[in-house]
């Protein structure tokens, strides 16, 4: 224990899934393929809104936006992971892990805020349709999505000020397949219930905030969309709506069971459950949201066939967002 106090740690060994080290090989092939897959998906999204005038909406410059966030939320865990599938390098130094970390909770905040801009440019669009054009302008649409971002790596300062205070000077293996903020205060060789108190009240006040816009948007949505007199409006009204609703329900379903807790109810027979929920949220649900929206969404897919067809129109006029404009 002597040692412990007086040497601090400078790296620490990712331990990913141990339980499953026969299937390591297979776990390194089918991670590597869905990462190939959610770049793919999300560089065809930015492309396809950029290049056709069509998709030059509000909407659709915040779903580029939310690519291009999930295209470096995905980045920042995977590539690691990957590596630790295959034992090629499992250790990670102090600054290499804080800074992942931070890069995680900063990208997952700013994908809340983009989320919660997306509902509110559907209200907007729905039930205020005559202002639309004037509210959600050009100006408007860049300065939310500056805010979304700027917002996201200030809010999460608090989180990781508290973080770096903590010593740590023990155990150095992180039982999980990325720097996540709960395995790594259980490192600690202090006390980490204030830092554990400044992640719950953040994380909570991220989460549940922008749930609550969501929800609240979709409610005066849902009114105005209910008093359209004919059914082919409400169901072109609502056809706008049903991809964000899609991904808003997986991603939020995922992160309220993760975070919106304290840390200190993790307990160990928990911990390979709370990996697998890890692993939907960081992997497999960043792979989902592209395809949501290009089987779901109609201008989407008519946008991604006239490209495949060689008729999408290239190079837009500099600057314009239709109906708000880019």
Same mark, same amino acid.
Request: one cysteine or more; glycine letters at 4%; proline letters at 5%.
């Given at each position: 224990?002597?040692?412990?106090?007086?040497?601090?740690?400078?790296?620490?060994?990712?331990?990913?899934?141990?339980?499953?080290?026969?299937? $390591?090989?297979?776990?390194?092939?089918?991670?590597?393929?869905?990462?190939?897959?959610?770049?793919?998906?999300?560089?065809?999204?930015? %492309?396809?809104?950029?290049?056709?005038?069509?998709?030059?909406?509000?909407?659709?410059?915040?779903?580029?936006?939310?690519?291009?966030?999930?295209?470096?939320?995905?980045?920042?865990?995977?590539?690691?992971?990957? $590596?630790?599938?295959?034992?090629?390098?499992?250790?990670?130094?102090?600054?290499?892990?804080? %800074? $992942?970390?931070?890069?995680?909770?900063?990208?997952?905040?700013?994908?809340?805020?983009?989320?919660?801009?997306?509902?509110?440019?559907?209200?907007?669009?729905?039930?205020?349709?005559?202002?639309?054009?004037?509210?959600?302008?050009?100006?408007?649409?860049?300065?939310?999505?500056?805010?979304?971002?700027?917002?996201?790596?200030?809010?999460?300062?608090?989180?990781?000020?508290?973080?770096?205070?903590?010593?740590?000077?023990?155990?150095?293996?992180?039982?999980?397949?990325?720097?996540?903020?709960?395995?790594?205060?259980?490192?600690?060789?202090?006390?980490?219930?204030?830092?554990?108190?400044?992640?719950?009240?953040?994380?909570?006040?991220?989460?549940?905030?922008?749930?609550?816009?969501?929800?609240?948007?979709?409610?005066?949505?849902?009114?105005?969309?209910?008093?359209?007199?004919?059914?082919?409006?409400?169901?072109?009204?609502?056809?706008?709506?049903?991809?964000?609703?899609?991904?808003?329900?997986?991603?939020?379903?995922?992160?309220?069971?993760?975070?919106?807790?304290?840390?200190?109810?993790?307990?160990?027979?928990?911990?390979?459950?709370?990996?697998?929920?890890?692993?939907?949220?960081?992997?497999?649900?960043?792979?989902?949201?592209?395809?949501?929206?290009?089987?779901?969404?109609?201008?989407?897919?008519?946008?991604?066939?006239?490209?495949?067809?060689?008729?999408?129109?290239?190079?837009?006029?500099?600057?314009?967002?239709?109906?708000?404009?880019?």
């Amino acid at each position: 224990m002597g040692v412990w106090n007086t040497t601090m740690v400078s790296h620490f060994i990712i331990l990913g899934f141990p339980s499953l080290q026969k299937l $390591q090989l297979l776990l390194f092939f089918v991670g590597l393929i869905i990462y190939l897959m959610t770049l793919s998906g999300h560089i065809i999204i930015i %492309t396809i809104v950029r290049f056709d005038l069509h998709l030059h909406t509000p909407m659709y410059f915040f779903l580029s936006n939310f690519s291009f966030l999930e295209i470096w939320y995905t980045s920042n865990i995977v590539p690691k992971m990957l $590596q630790v599938f295959l034992a090629m390098d499992s250790s990670i130094s102090y600054a290499g892990c804080i %800074t $992942q970390l931070y890069f995680f909770i900063t990208l997952g905040t700013a994908e809340c805020f983009i989320l919660a801009i997306m509902a509110y440019d559907r209200y907007l669009a729905i039930c205020n349709p005559l202002h639309y054009p004037i509210l959600m302008n050009n100006r408007v649409c860049v300065r939310l999505a500056i805010c979304s971002w700027v917002g996201a790596f200030i809010v999460n300062v608090p989180p990781l000020v508290s973080l770096c205070k903590l010593p740590f000077c023990g155990p150095n293996e992180i039982n999980h397949f990325f720097c996540d903020a709960p395995p790594l205060l259980k490192l600690s060789c202090r006390d980490p219930r204030e830092a554990e108190t400044v992640n719950f009240i953040v994380a909570t006040s991220v989460i549940v905030s922008s749930f609550l816009l969501i929800v609240v948007s979709y409610i005066l949505i849902i009114v105005t969309i209910l008093k359209i007199p004919s059914a082919l409006g409400r169901r072109k009204a609502f056809s706008t709506c049903g991809c964000h609703l899609a991904v808003v329900a997986i991603f939020y379903g995922t992160l309220m069971f993760m975070y919106v807790r304290p840390t200190s109810s993790y307990s160990n027979d928990s911990v390979n459950f709370n990996k697998l929920v890890s692993m939907f949220y960081t992997v497999v649900t960043p792979m989902l949201n592209p395809i949501i929206y290009c089987l779901r969404n109609k201008e989407v897919k008519e946008s991604l066939r006239k490209a495949v067809m060689g008729r999408c129109v290239l190079l837009p006029k500099a600057g314009s967002i239709s109906n708000g404009g880019w």
